[in-house]
């Protein structure tokens, strides 16, 4: 499975994530949000953040996830592989945790949060 098709749809896609990521960093670099072994952004620390920064976290974790779901989709497609997103995500997680930076922070399947090393 290509991860670096270049077909529009996954285009697209990885495009909207790439322009959210700049909003995300500031919130992975204060370690009030991680990512989840599934892929999935999560809030981690909300308590000291003030109600608008928190919904806008929120907002922004639920749209990055939206569109984790769709490249997924979209890089299945593209490969001709539909039906195999359970493979392009195990592909795609690994990826996206080798880009996580060191400091911040991971959540494994019980739900416990650590830094990368």
């Given at each position: 499975?290509?991860?670096?098709?270049?077909?529009?749809?996954?285009?697209?896609?990885?495009?909207?994530?790439?322009?959210?990521?700049?909003?995300?960093?500031?919130?992975?670099?204060?370690?009030?949000?991680?990512?989840?072994?599934?892929?999935f952004i999560y809030l981690r620390d909300g308590v000291k953040m003030n109600l608008v920064k928190q919904q806008i976290a929120e907002k922004l974790i639920d749209a990055e996830n939206q569109e984790r779901k769709a490249l997924i989709q979209a890089l299945a497609d593209s490969n001709g592989r539909r039906g195999d997103e359970a493979e392009v995500w195990t592909l795609q997680r690994a990826r996206w945790n080798q880009q996580w930076k060191s400091g911040w922070w991971l959540r494994d399947a019980q739900g416990k949060w650590s830094r990368k090393p």
């Open positions: 499975i290509n991860l670096d098709i270049g077909t529009p749809p996954v285009v697209v896609v990885k495009h909207a994530l790439a322009q959210r990521t700049s909003r995300l960093v500031r919130f992975y670099e204060a370690g009030e949000i991680g990512l989840g072994v599934d892929g």
